[in-house]
């Protein structure tokens, strides 16, 4: 019984929101309008007078919830922050009244520059600084005489909630992609990880959780106002910031984060004792790593499970903010950096529309095409013909020579008796380790910013043993891993071979 009290009934809900209006109005509204939902249970109608003003009415399926709304509205308003204003409540909590905040969301503001890939324009741009330089004052401001017993579902975030979010994306994300994984070593990060997400009790604000572009309404004058906080909790600042700039379908360029990191760090420095920027940007990339499992366990869940496909298109572009994540950060998390490293590389998750995928095109740009050359350092290091200046030159000649021995001097590094000395020998199999971390991270890096061209050339001796043996693994190894087209070259055996780019 006491658990059916929790929840509303939708039964008779829009006449008993007619009759708050009534009672609130003194008078029926002229015109009810539903609002266009936005993921969640609860409806929202514009509600219209006879002098043309308006109101919102809400009509929520959780009491618990509407409460968790109501409370920090108007606390949140008694702080003079930019939310709606609570005109009325049912005696039940399950309908009530706000101010109208218009119908211009910063999502709907900022659409052109999502729609153009990334490419915001100035007045985009000043919106979404001024988004970052208010959210620390929700955040600061806000948490200052708020009771968080009344927040929904759980008045602050805490280990226990970062385990069901990450178990969430290894159940519902990881485990659906068939990818093979060692759950107690997963687990064993997933516990240091969630540590590291809870340590520092100097980060604590109101957390808002959701905060995104939809979130988010633009008043007459450009002010951004917040709405949908009801999630809200005690927690890190850090986590609103990675959840607002690296949502996938915004399409942030680096360029513009940066700007806005900085726009919030400023801000935040009016409210509070910030860390130096080196560990604030520390601390970020951890809650950016985890807001996105976060949303890959959603995607996982809305997409595999229910079978929505909006939100198995969305899969590419947050698997993509993995992908620059892992580039450009480093995670005392070996083996899920591991998993994550696989995952990005799986063909599925490729996005070819934003310029992601290893065969698509960037802005009328051509593919990567990689060119692996072998040759013989007597007769010079290969010339680059692509005007690019040339690339990678490794030097094979420290590995264990087959040419030495008559057996091996009338083959080459493609002959299997060659191939199996170097191999039993292992010399070359722990120089090609290293050369394919550092390739597989330029090769990424290329495709991501839409370069043309890379080259990589192995020189030994003769050109005809290790260096050739090296060159063509290599070829191969990006070739299966990326899918490229990949051009090879034993220059002194007249040998030339092209890997064509896989189309998936």
Same mark, same amino acid.
């Given at each position: 019984?006491?658990?059916?009290?929790?929840?509303?009934?939708?039964?008779?809900?829009?006449?008993? *929101?007619?009759?708050?209006?009534?009672?609130?109005?003194?008078? !029926?509204?002229?015109?009810?309008?539903?609002?266009?939902?936005?993921?969640?249970?609860?409806?929202?109608?514009?509600?219209?007078?006879?002098?043309?003003?308006?109101?919102?009415?809400?009509?929520?399926?959780?009491?618990?919830?509407?409460?968790?709304?109501?409370?920090?509205?108007?606390?949140?308003?008694?702080?003079?922050?930019?939310?709606?204003?609570?005109?009325?409540?049912?005696?039940?909590?399950?309908?009530?009244?706000?101010?109208?905040?218009?119908?211009?969301?910063?999502?709907?503001?900022?659409?052109?520059?999502?729609?153009?890939?990334?490419?915001?324009?100035?007045? !985009?741009?000043?919106?979404?600084?001024?988004?970052?330089?208010?959210?620390?004052?929700?955040?600061?401001?806000?948490?200052?005489? *708020?009771?968080?017993?009344?927040?929904?579902?759980?008045?602050?975030?805490?280990?226990?909630?970062?385990?069901?979010?990450?178990?969430?994306?290894?159940?519902?994300? *990881?485990?659906?992609?068939? *990818?093979?994984?060692?759950?107690?070593?997963?687990?064993?990060?997933?516990?240091?990880?969630?540590?590291?997400?809870?340590?520092?009790?100097? !980060?604590?604000?109101?957390?808002?959780?959701?905060?995104?572009?939809?979130?988010?309404?633009?008043?007459?004058?450009?002010?951004?106002?917040?709405?949908?906080?009801?999630?809200?909790?005690?927690?890190?600042?850090?986590?609103?910031?990675?959840?607002?700039?690296?949502?996938?379908?915004?399409r942030y360029p680096h360029k513009l984060r940066r700007e806005l990191v900085y726009?919030?760090?400023?801000?935040?420095?009016?409210?509070? !004792?910030?860390?130096?920027?080196?560990?604030?940007?520390?601390?970020?990339?951890?809650?950016?790593?985890?807001?996105?499992?976060?949303?890959?366990?959603?995607?996982?869940?809305?997409?595999?499970?229910?079978?929505?496909?909006?939100?198995?298109?969305?899969?590419?572009?947050?698997?993509?903010?993995?992908?620059?994540?892992?580039?450009?950060?480093?995670?005392?998390?070996?083996?899920?950096?591991?998993?994550?490293?696989?995952?990005?590389?799986?063909?599925?998750?490729?996005?070819?529309?934003?310029?992601?995928?290893?065969?698509?095109?960037?802005?009328?740009?051509?593919?990567?095409?990689?060119?692996?050359?072998?040759?013989?350092?007597?007769?010079?290091?290969?010339?680059?013909?692509?005007?690019?200046?040339?690339?990678?030159?490794?030097?094979?000649?420290?590995?264990?020579?087959?040419?030495?021995?008559?057996?091996?001097?009338?083959?080459t590094g493609l002959d299997e008796p060659v191939v199996r000395f170097l191999e039993?020998?292992?010399?070359?199999?722990?120089?090609?380790?290293?050369?394919?971390?550092?390739?597989?991270?330029?090769?990424?890096?290329?495709?991501?910013?839409?370069?043309?061209?890379?080259?990589?050339?192995?020189?030994?001796?003769?050109?005809?043993?290790?260096?050739?043996?090296?060159?063509?693994?290599?070829?191969?190894?990006?070739?299966?891993?990326?899918?490229?087209?990949?051009?090879?070259?034993?220059?002194?055996?007249?040998?030339?071979?092209?890997?064509?780019?896989?189309?998936?």
């Amino acid at each position: 019984m006491a658990f059916r009290l929790l929840i509303c009934n939708f039964a008779g809900g829009m006449q008993k *929101l007619l009759d708050l209006y009534r009672t609130w109005r003194g008078a !029926e509204p002229r015109q009810v309008e539903r609002l266009a939902g936005a993921g969640s249970n609860r409806e929202y109608y514009r509600m219209v007078a006879d002098d043309g003003t308006t109101v919102v009415g809400c009509i929520g399926t959780s009491r618990d919830e509407n409460h968790a709304f109501v409370y920090l509205a108007r606390h949140f308003a008694a702080q003079r922050l930019p939310v709606p204003q609570v005109l009325a409540v049912s005696d039940d909590e399950c309908r009530y009244l706000q101010t109208d905040l218009g119908s211009v969301s910063l999502f709907d503001a900022i659409r052109g520059g999502r729609e153009a890939g990334g490419r915001y324009t100035v007045e !985009e741009r000043r919106l979404l600084k001024r988004t970052m330089r208010e959210l620390p004052r929700i955040q600061m401001v806000g948490r200052g005489g *708020l009771d968080f017993s009344n927040c929904y579902p759980q008045p602050a975030f805490d280990t226990d909630s970062v385990h069901f979010d990450l178990n969430y994306f290894k159940y519902c994300f *990881l485990k659906p992609t068939g *990818l093979d994984f060692h759950e107690l070593r997963l687990e064993a990060d997933f516990r240091l990880f969630a540590k590291d997400l809870t340590e520092s009790g100097d !980060e604590q604000a109101f957390l808002y959780r959701d905060f995104q572009a939809r979130n988010v309404m633009v008043d007459s004058e450009g002010a951004p106002c917040f709405i949908d906080f009801q999630g809200g909790r005690r927690g890190p600042y850090y986590y609103d910031v990675a959840s607002f700039l690296w949502q996938a379908s915004a399409r942030y360029p680096h360029k513009l984060r940066r700007e806005l990191v900085y726009e919030y760090y400023h801000a935040l420095k009016q409210y509070t !004792e910030v860390p130096a920027p080196r560990r604030f940007v520390e601390r970020l990339s951890l809650f950016v790593l985890f807001r996105q499992l976060q949303v890959l366990g959603a995607y996982g869940f809305r997409g595999y499970l229910e079978r929505k496909q909006h939100f198995l298109a969305s899969i590419p572009p947050a698997m993509q903010n993995v992908r620059e994540l892992l580039d450009e950060c480093t995670f005392p998390y070996p083996y899920l950096v591991s998993l994550l490293r696989k995952l990005v590389d799986m063909p599925r998750f490729v996005d070819k529309k934003d310029g992601t995928a290893t065969i698509s095109k960037y802005d009328g740009q051509g593919e990567l095409v990689v060119r692996v050359f072998s040759f013989s350092y007597g007769k010079g290091i290969p010339g680059d013909e692509s005007g690019n200046g040339g690339g990678y030159v490794f030097d094979c000649r420290s590995t264990h020579n087959p040419g030495r021995y008559e057996p091996y001097k009338q083959l080459t590094g493609l002959d299997e008796p060659v191939v199996r000395f170097l191999e039993d020998d292992g010399e070359i199999l722990a120089f090609l380790e290293s050369v394919y971390k550092l390739a597989d991270a330029h090769v990424r890096r290329y495709i991501q910013r839409g370069f043309t061209s890379l080259m990589f050339c192995f020189g030994c001796t003769g050109g005809q043993h290790r260096s050739v043996y090296a060159a063509q693994h290599l070829a191969e190894h990006i070739h299966q891993k990326f899918g490229i087209e990949v051009r090879i070259c034993h220059r002194e055996q007249h040998i030339s071979q092209t890997l064509t780019a896989v189309r998936t």
